[in-house]
């Protein structure tokens, strides 16, 4: 799991203009870019609608951390009512300039830290934290769960990096071998259900970005529901 010392790293780079000016291009630019934020986007809306057969419609939503805004047009288009929030300012001025399209279900921007979101109990119908929890340390990603907790109604949509990967494998392998110096923290499937239920959720549904090739990414979009 990254140590105290990533987290407030990362913290703070992207609080500088010129990090949130290129977040998304440097990230999502290009085809293979525009394929990798498409994967995600697509096991959101599969999150999301199956979260709605479930019973509860999804209507208002946090986005914590928001970044530069990039699941505000799929809200939208849902007809999502959506919040953003971020602690850093830079992120959300880059988030303010997207397509009056994907800023319809925008209800407000606020700059605020994950680990104490300034929102009463049981605001919001989803609260959402996309390409975060791989940067922050258990200790404060029970923390953050438990805000997320305190101010959804039901549910949780949260991106987890998993070990069930071609790479990790290989990892593991020349690590064990001596070849690696550090193996990066990936979950289990057991680690992740003992911390989300300690945060008091349960694992509803796990949706790789990747369905049809899961040994190729090792991202999970994962559905929470309070407990
Ligand atoms: C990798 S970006 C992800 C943004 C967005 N969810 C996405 O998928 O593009 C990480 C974001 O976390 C924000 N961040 C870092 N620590 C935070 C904290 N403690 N509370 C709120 N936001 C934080 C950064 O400012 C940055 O915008």
């Given at each position: 799991m990254e140590s105290i010392e990533h987290y407030l790293r990362r913290k703070r780079h992207y609080q500088d203009e010129t990090v949130a000016k290129i977040y998304e291009m440097k990230r999502f630019g290009g085809l293979f870019g525009w394929m990798r934020h498409m994967r995600d986007i697509t096991a959101i809306r599969r999150a999301i609608r199956f979260a709605n057969s479930l019973g509860t419609q999804i209507s208002f939503v946090l986005d914590v951390p928001c970044g530069t805004g990039r699941i505000f047009q799929l809200l939208s288009q849902k007809g999502i009512k959506f919040i953003g929030a971020d602690i850093s300012h830079a992120m959300l001025l880059e988030a303010m300039g997207k397509p009056k399209s994907h800023l319809e279900g925008l209800v407000g921007l606020v700059v605020s830290d994950a680990e104490w979101l300034p929102f009463k109990d049981g605001t919001f119908d989803a609260v959402m934290c996309i390409r975060f929890m791989f940067h922050v340390p258990r200790e404060i990603q029970l923390r953050i769960l438990k805000e997320m907790r305190r101010v959804t109604n039901r549910w949780g949509i949260v991106e987890f990096r998993h070990r069930y990967t071609l790479r990790y494998l290989s990892n593991w392998i020349r690590y064990k071998l001596g070849l690696l110096g550090e193996l990066k923290y990936r979950f289990s499937k057991h680690d992740l259900e003992e911390l989300v239920s300690e945060a008091g959720?349960?694992?509803?549904a796990i949706f790789p970005t990747r369905p049809y090739a899961p040994f190729l990414s090792d991202k999970w979009i994962v559905l929470l529901e309070k407990v």
């Open positions: 959720f349960k694992v509803r």
